[in-house]
């Protein structure tokens, strides 16, 4: 925190960091949407509780399923927009012969597989 | 079927009906179970509102998404499994030719594709 | 399996068995329509050959296979219904006490969850 | 990028243009890699065609299709990364306040959405 040489990446990836104290700019920007969409999916599971507890019929159940995982990969989708936007484009901007970017990817990569993988 | 206190099960699908009063032998049987799967969900998305809120790394909360929605997907096949042996299964005994029967699969075949899309 | 009233599921699962020689009712009526989509699916394969070796814009090969998956999903589900009407069923009617249903919902159920984790 | 015989780069996407002539560094050192994967997948297909032809047990051909759509998102994920490293990259690089990486990213998320939508 109080090094000269590593302002930015002392408490977190570079990204993370960028993303914390930057006002509008950056993930905090869209933190309340993002909790908005995950209160309504709270909500959906709930709403799956008491199909399940009142004996709905288990197709409708599934349909409400379907949706709620929707919704889960829709803001899965929306929130690696978002990496990709800021923190992969940092990476990229970084001086350092793509090393920060290359983990970037790689890391970036792999988390779009196991979205693919569910 | 003519009695006064459950209205709701004379005109349901045989499956839907049978899910009832049966004890042991239908849908009630996993209800419990269901439901333990579903409130571990819903712990699941207030952990994701929790990530959000403290700023964690987004590709640790997309790894987080990938495992609620294979959980929502895991829960979605076995209700599904129970529809297919008990649904499905008196469907194709009702003595009818096979007119229920097609109209049980068409409607789970639907409920199948609609997991796949997503 | 030498009875006379039961030939059909001497030589494989009932479902299997009756979708030889059945002529118009079982499997073989769709076959064909299997192969179409399938002949559809390895052009498209080869199409996807085709752009790689021009260099063709990768999100523009990104569409393109995402239409293949689409197609071989489609594929599949169109199996699965054709199997849920005709093998599950023959299994729901077996009178074995259930038996045969139970191995056969299984066995859909676990290539269900095969192609959901794809 | 200034030779005749090279008319098509120059007006194709940054990455698009980069991944010519570039030798081993950019998209055509994968390029052998894509057909083999390409290839083999193809020859899944025609497998395919000749299990159903030879009416092999449905569920059989399902696990089949399921590994061809494996294969299929594999491919493409490794086709994502690339253009993830070199296209979404060199955008960033671009100096026009961001528009190019904007675009860019829009268009990688909308590819991603497309194939988790299958």
């Not at 993303?19 to 709270?42: F, V």
């Amino acid at each position: 925190m109080t090094t000269i040489d590593t302002p930015s990446t002392d408490t977190a990836p570079a990204c993370h960091g960028s993303a914390h104290g930057d006002g509008p700019h950056g993930y905090s920007g869209d933190k309340e949407a993002h909790l908005k969409r995950l209160r309504r999916i709270e909500g959906q599971i709930r709403g799956l509780q008491r199909m399940v507890d009142e004996d709905v019929y288990c197709i409708d159940i599934l349909t409400q399923v379907s949706a709620s995982t929707k919704a889960l990969q829709s803001f899965a989708l929306s929130l690696l927009e978002e990496h990709l936007r800021h923190c992969v484009a940092a990476a990229a901007a970084a001086e350092d012969g793509g090393e920060e970017l290359n983990a970037k990817v790689t890391e970036a990569s792999a988390a779009i597989a196991r979205l693919l993988r569910t």
